[in-house]
């Protein structure tokens, strides 16, 4: 009798030290994973249009060359690597509105062909799309009159973004390499 008695009380402390443990482990739980629906919110849609000024000459570029083409005979400058910080406008004139920066690396990514492959930031700094950032991750045929570039990504106002940018050479100096670029983007985002 005594003998089962404490052969109880060490199973009910058993039991007791599992169900205490699994607590513990539920919290120190790292990840939830929920129904997608439990998201409610509505999806929206916005559309951008502004202009990204590529400065390559003058005392401030805004655009320059970290890792040059390591073939110089190479005419798509294959290999080649920069970075930017090219201002946005809401107009094609630098002087208009600023309404963001494009932040990022530029590569030439094709051997016999002049195209890029970008890994672009875009923060916005006006309006209500202050702080808010758009991801572009795409290679740019820079040659072809009308481009799409996929948009990856976005925070702040355009948390879970995803969209295109329709992009078009608005102006080039073949001789700065200077350029504008007219950007229309359609994001989806919550
Ligand atoms: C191109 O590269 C070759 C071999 O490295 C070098 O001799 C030549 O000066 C370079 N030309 C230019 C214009 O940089
Ligand atoms: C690039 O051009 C060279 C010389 O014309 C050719 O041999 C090579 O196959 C081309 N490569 C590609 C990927 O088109
Ligand atoms: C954008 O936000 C920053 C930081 O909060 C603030 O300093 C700046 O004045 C804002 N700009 C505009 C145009 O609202
Ligand atoms: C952007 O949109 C404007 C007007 O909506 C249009 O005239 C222009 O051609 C578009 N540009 C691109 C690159 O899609
Ligand atoms: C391109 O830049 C050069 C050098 O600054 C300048 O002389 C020329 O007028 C520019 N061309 C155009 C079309 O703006």
Request: aromatic letters at 10%.
């Amino acid at each position: 009798m005594g003998v089962v008695a404490v052969n109880l009380l060490q199973f009910v402390s058993l039991v007791v030290m599992v169900l205490v443990s699994t607590q513990t482990l539920a919290q120190k739980d790292w990840g939830e994973t929920l129904p997608y629906k439990d998201m409610v919110k509505e999806m929206k849609v916005t559309k951008l249009q502004f202009y990204l000024h590529e400065i390559v000459s003058g005392d401030i570029p805004t655009s320059v060359t970290v890792v040059p083409a390591p073939n110089n005979q190479s005419s798509s400058m294959f290999g080649s690597i920069g970075m930017i910080d090219d201002p946005l406008t809401q107009g094609p004139e630098l002087t208009s509105k600023a309404v963001g920066r494009a932040q990022g690396i530029v590569g030439f990514a094709g051997l016999n062909q002049t195209t890029l492959l970008m890994a672009l930031s875009f923060v916005f700094t006006d309006d209500k799309f202050n702080g808010s950032t758009l991801s572009i991750l795409t290679r740019d045929p820079i040659t072809d009159p009308i481009r799409q570039f996929p948009v990856v990504g976005g925070t702040g106002m355009f948390g879970f973004a995803h969209g295109v940018a329709y992009v078009r050479t608005y102006w080039f100096n073949a001789t700065t390499g200077d350029a504008i670029l007219e950007y229309n983007v359609t994001v989806v985002h919550y």
